[in-house]
């Protein structure tokens, strides 16, 4: 019996060590059964041997001491060696209780992240949001707190409840890395790949990132390649993030050939989303890696004639030609009638793009033909913008308004005088994403608007985060998250009156012979978008 309970004490200072709800129960137990069995019972046959080294060793250094009469020469073991059976026990209890106390401590400041771990086990059924941020708050505590065992033995209870989701996955190899356990880091990673989340892209295109650091050129190319075929092939990013590694490697060509290769795969499908976006991001890639402009220009103009019509390779081939140096040679009757084929789809050319992105890709134009076009151009682009999107513009416009009448209080109307709506406003009604400032013009006519920076040459809505083409940076900043096109929402409404009215003082509530119109609801600001939108 005695070898069954030395186990037993090893099984309790093992759970002292650890916090758990349970700990004053379980210390209690271990101080009863040290109570009630002699020491000797208790200890393991490690533990013996290591006691009865000690005291064989003080025993001997006594020994040598014995010429001191003053026993200056006594250590301090044989101190130690000279404790009876009961004070052994005390300290052989005090240890564990130390250990209990620290575990209390630890206990105290991640219970709030154990108690909001609903799932701890694995299930198919997604995770709320809230457990996803738990676990990376409760994560970025234990790496706070430096102990590598404790760290990794939360990242492996993580990985259970959070098998399917890669960024864990991911964070943890970032992790191992981080503290220097290289194999580690590659036993998961490992993992990931080759078990737990092999079917989704995002953890391959990290690999390879991660093998490429690491100076596994060949292991980084493989993984990109399993994308290619198998993960998701067409993928995008995955594509550009590949070649862009070639680049990096000295291996233009090689480079060339993969958008070549991807492009070549996606004309042999029926209206392929990606196809547009490839040509826009090859041609973007040669004139930035090579700087050769005519054959970046070519490749877009092949886009044009081979896909569908779509707003991000038009507005990638008028960025092109706006960031090209001087002297420029702009082909406006060339642009305009490819730009005139998407706003005015017609039976030989039927268009899929939806009234909102026309109407965006129509403001660009007119933006850029007010830089680089002519009169007559400029002329045509704004007859035509406003036949176009003018009718239906001020049809939404007023339905909007009498909803807004109609639903808000008859408490909160007060009569409001304004003036006559001047030529100039009624010519910006015409161009819904010109800038408003103008607005006030007749009736503040002493009071200049401020100009911000963003409102500094009067870009459209897609343009307020560049305050010019050279601004090449912001294209291609996030092509990562979709590949497909979506509309941006217009920043201001055609007509819109102007965002702010001086305060004016209550009057009763009257009744009039004549009905009054109300003032119309105060319109949102507007809310900047990126150059390219989410398409890159």
């Not at 060590?17 to 700990?23: D, F, R």
């Not at 998250?481 to 001086?502: D, E, H, K, R, W």
């Not at 319109?523 to 989410?534: E, H, N």
Request: charged share 20%; hydrophobic share 35%.
């Amino acid at each position: 019996m005695q070898q069954d309970w030395a186990r037993l004490a090893v099984i309790y200072t093992r759970i002292l060590e650890n916090p758990n709800q349970q700990l004053d129960r379980y210390f209690s137990s271990f101080k009863e059964l040290a109570g009630n069995r002699p020491l000797s019972e208790l200890r393991t046959a490690d533990e013996a041997a290591a006691v009865a080294g000690v005291a064989s060793e003080a025993t001997g250094q006594a020994t040598e001491g014995e010429v001191h009469p003053d026993g200056a020469e006594r250590s301090p073991k044989s101190v130690s060696a000279g404790l009876t059976e009961a004070e052994e026990l005390e300290k052989y209890i005090a240890i564990r209780e130390e250990m209990y106390k620290k575990a209390k401590e630890f206990d105290s400041k991640i219970i709030g992240f154990e108690t909001a771990i609903r799932r701890p086990y694995f299930h198919v059924r997604p995770l709320n949001v809230g457990e996803l941020e738990n676990w990376h708050n409760y994560l970025d505590f234990i790496e706070r707190e430096g102990d590598l065992s404790k760290i990794v033995k939360l990242y492996e209870r993580c990985v259970i409840a959070c098998a399917n989701y890669p960024e864990y996955w991911i964070r943890y190899v970032l992790c191992m890395e981080a503290s220097g356990s290289m194999d580690l880091a590659n036993n998961v990673l490992a993992r990931a790949t080759q078990v737990f989340v092999k079917r989704q892209p995002e953890i391959h295109i990290f690999c390879a990132r991660f093998k490429e650091q690491t100076g596994d050129i060949d292991g980084a190319r493989a993984a990109y390649q399993l994308v290619h075929t198998e993960t998701s092939p067409g993928l995008l990013e995955a594509i550009i993030k590949h070649a862009n590694m070639e680049y990096r490697l000295e291996k233009m060509e090689d480079a060339f050939s993969l958008y070549e290769q991807a492009i070549a795969i996606e004309k042999g499908k029926e209206h392929s989303q990606t196809l547009p976006m490839l040509f826009a991001q090859y041609s973007r890639f040669v004139y930035l890696a090579s700087g050769n402009a005519e054959k970046a220009r070519q490749i877009l103009v092949e886009g044009l004639e081979n896909v569908l019509l779509s707003k991000p390779l038009l507005e990638a081939i008028l960025h092109f030609e706006a960031i090209q140096p001087l002297p420029k040679r702009v082909d406006i009757d060339f642009l305009e009638s490819w730009v005139v084929k998407f706003i005015m789809p017609n039976s030989e050319s039927p268009g899929v793009a939806s009234a909102t992105e026309r109407e965006e890709l129509s403001s660009i134009f007119l933006e850029f033909l007010n830089l680089f076009g002519d009169v007559q151009s400029i002329k045509r682009a704004e007859d035509r913008h406003a036949k176009l999107f003018l009718p239906h513009r001020s049809m939404s416009e007023l339905k909007k308004r009498h909803a807004e009448d109609f639903l808000a209080s008859d408490k909160t109307k007060a009569p409001r005088s304004y003036s006559a709506q001047s030529p100039a406003q009624s010519g910006m009604g015409a161009y819904p994403n010109a800038q408003n400032q103008w607005s006030n013009y007749g009736v503040q006519p002493q009071t200049w608007p401020p100009v911000t920076q963003a409102q500094g040459q009067q870009w459209t809505a897609g343009y307020t985060q560049q305050a010019s083409y050279g601004a090449y940076a912001g294209y291609g900043g996030n092509y990562a998250n979709s590949q497909l096109p979506t509309s941006v929402p217009q920043s201001t409404a055609y007509g819109a009156y102007p965002p702010a009215y001086p305060a004016q003082p209550a009057v009763p509530q009257q009744n009039y012979a004549q009905p009054v119109a109300a003032a119309p609801a105060q319109q949102p600001a507007a809310v900047p978008q990126a150059y390219y939108g989410s398409y890159y």
